[in-house]
């Protein structure tokens, strides 16, 4: 258990101590949510959607907990060679809980970076429907970082070195964002397109935290965001946690 | 301490250890010397639970490290070739979680912290991010890192490589007092002849994963009919320059350095 803990604050502290980098990390949420949101929003509220700004908020923090959530698990990557990686994985301690530390402080992370995105957005002018649901969303967020992190880790543990950084970037995390219906809503689309964004986790972690912000406005529904997000969640950690038990040094 | 029978690793069709045997008394200060690619670090690896060897034995203090890796992990502590700090955290902190990492309870790693970071002078800055840090300092902090946990035995792959002089005195002064004072066995690797002949009680060179030699300095020095252990290691292991192919390893170290700029 204090293996873990002290993991967790390992995490918690070296972000609370890149202050540049608390600032920096919140520049491209921010491009999306003003850019995008304020320039959309005309023909939004043409098309018969409504408010964009509204739309597109929770999708934002989405986006924010998603980046941070898997690049702290591809952090390892860098550990793995230079880093303190393996002074940890030599120590008499299961990898399990080394990764499980590891993972919640990179979760815990997303989260409050979420958090940060979430006060953006309401000075921006986000208006949450219902406060009394507002707070579940918080719920999805925390499950969004977990996927990830764990994904995070799965990926960082299987990669050799930095080359492959590019390629996840590419093929892996934007397609996820650009599909989680993030940015348009998820009705009405063709059939590959809207089989393929029904297949992306976090579709359903946008769409809880809209639900839940947003009432009434959802494309799955509540349950089943929170169904699949908890079973992708395990599947992830169970392949997180077995890529991560085999990393040779 | 140690003891190695027929240690043998393969990779595919290539072998890096061949068939190496020796033994390393208690309180001992083991200097194992070899070119590049001769199978140290390999060696190194197999000792310390990393990697699994293809044939032969190896006990650690009684242990195999194989079969009762935790136990074995608890008794040894290393420092490796690559640095492996955390460069965000502090010394202080760096301490505290390598002792949390090896169950040292509170207050006896409070005490020994404070104990070895005063040994090892870097005491005064103990709250400053190690990123901050001289090469000397960060390698100083390893080593006293790896002893917190009051280990039987202390690996040093290449603990020098790098650091001027002054610091590499320094550095091995230090360990020689803790060898001492806690009778701490030592196996260590080095580049630089001079420092295993000063520093160590026994050597040992490998070459083309052959144990080629083994005994005191003197002896080893005797055996080749030279001067200095330098001409002794050369006689032993020839004059042709050994040349790696970069591996993954090799290519994240030259990537850590252009983005790092040396800091890390």
Known sequence: MSVIYIL??????????????????????????????????????????????????PGVIGMTVLFSSIFSGLGLLWDRQFGFLKETLVAPVPRLQIMIGRTLGGA????????????????????????????FALGFMVLIAIVFAA???????????????????????????????????????????????????????????????????????APTDLAVLVIVGAIFLIVGAYRFSKIEI | MIHVHNLVKSFGSFTAVNDVSFEVAEGEIFA?????????????????????????SIRLDGLDPQTRQNEARRRFGIVFQDPSLDGDSSAWENMEIHGVLYHVPHKIRRQRTE????????????NEPVKKFSGGMKRRLEIARGFLHTPRILFLDEPTLGLDPQSRNQLWSHVKEVNEREKVTVFLTTHYMDEADRVAHRIGVID?????????????????????????????????????????????????KMWSGGKR
């Open chain 1, 8 to 57: 967790w604050l390992r995490e918690l502290k070296r972000y609370l101590r890149s202050r540049v980098q608390i600032v920096v990390s919140l520049g491209q949420p921010m491009l999306y949510l003003l850019v995008l949101g304020f320039g959309m929003a005309p023909i939004f509220k043409r098309a018969g959607y409504g408010n964009y700004l509204q739309f597109i908020a």
């Open chain 1, 108 to 135: 815990t992370v997303a989260v409050i970076q979420g958090l940060l995105v979430a006060v953006i957005c309401v000075i921006a002018g986000f208006r949450p429907g219902s406060l009394a649901t507002a707070p």
């Open chain 1, 151 to 221: 994904l995070g880790v799965a990926i960082g543990s299987s990669l050799q070195d930095m080359q492959g950084f590019q390629l996840i970037m590419n093929f892996l995390v934007m397609p996820i964002y650009f599909l989680s219906g993030a940015l348009f809503p998820l009705t009405g689309l063709s059939m590959p397109l809207s089989w393929i964004t029904a297949a992306d986790p976090l579709a359903y972690g946008i769409d809880g935290m809209r639900s839940m912000f947003l009432v009434g406005i959802t494309r799955f529904g």
């Open chain 2, 32 to 56: 194992f010397l070899g070119p590049n690619g001769a199978g140290k670090t390999t060696t190194i690896k197999m000792l310390t639970t990393l990697l699994k060897p293809t044939s032969g």
């Open chain 2, 115 to 126: 104990e070895l970071l005063k040994l090892f002078e870097l005491w005064e800055r103990r």
């Open chain 2, 208 to 256: 083309h994963g052959k144990l080629v030699a083994q005994g005191t300095p003197r002896e080893i020095k005797e055996q080749t009919g030279t001067e200095s252990l330098e001409d002794a290691f050369l006689a032993l292991t020839g004059a042709t320059i050994r040349d790696e192919s970069a591996d993954a390893a090799d290519k994240v170290r030259q990537f850590a």
